[in-house]
């Protein structure tokens, strides 16, 4: 199978109407995934650095399809056990979702806030001094990419961040039996391998950042085979020339 061509499919996340308990299951399943492959780690250190310039004020970060929650919970607490002050939200369309986060972060003692909302159709919160998202974009045709990382970038007042998969043998080996190493749910085994052949490569993804007018910060490639991308928001204050 070539994977020199993008091939998105529905995915079992996708469907509205996914059992409630199938889909518990894989959130499940994608937090041990997002755990393994560091993605609170690689999203929290952009996030940082912008902390740093306003350490005085709590930083305002909104997480985009936020899913079971686990990357939005765990900057959160990364942020708490630091002392550096955090402010988190997560939205997402699914209510299964917003549900499991929700109970989540109660339990974990995390004051992270989930709130209902379509990131293509209705457009984002904003107000926030970063807006990223992780494991979204190879869900997107080309053009919701691009109207994605707009809205996005009107959201924020300094930063977008883009955390997601690289399509890539490895990266499809990956997901096609090192998920099952990690969880029995039916619909990760399924949707694993589709993501990747879904996925961008980074030159294709920095392809949708440039034609969403999103100028570009910074391109890390980190374990196991995914991306990093930050650029500055469309709402950054640039300085004119004298």
Known sequence: MSLRVRDRQDE???????????????????????RISGSVRSIWRPI???TKRSP?????????????GDVAIGLKRIADRKGVPLEVTGCDLSDTALNYASQR????GAAVSFVRCNAIDDGLPDGFDAVYTSLFVHH???DDIVRLLRSMGTAARQ????NDLIRSKLGYALARWGIRLLTTSEVCHVDAP??????????????????AGLPLLSVRKVFPERYVVVCRSSAYPTRSRP
């Open 12 to 34: 079992w996340m996708d469907q509205a109407d996914l059992d409630r308990s199938l889909h518990a299951h894989a959130l499940g399943g994608l937090e041990r995934v997002n």
């Open 48 to 50: 940082l650095e912008l």
């Open 56 to 68: 005085q004020r709590p930083l305002r970060v909104l997480d985009v399809a936020s899913g079971g």
């Open 105 to 108: 972060a109660e339990r974990l």
């Open 140 to 142: 997107l045709e080309g």
């Open 159 to 162: 930063q977008v961040i883009v």
């Open 194 to 211: 589709l993501s990747v052949r879904a996925a961008l490569t980074i030159p294709e993804l920095l392809g949708y950042v440039d034609a």
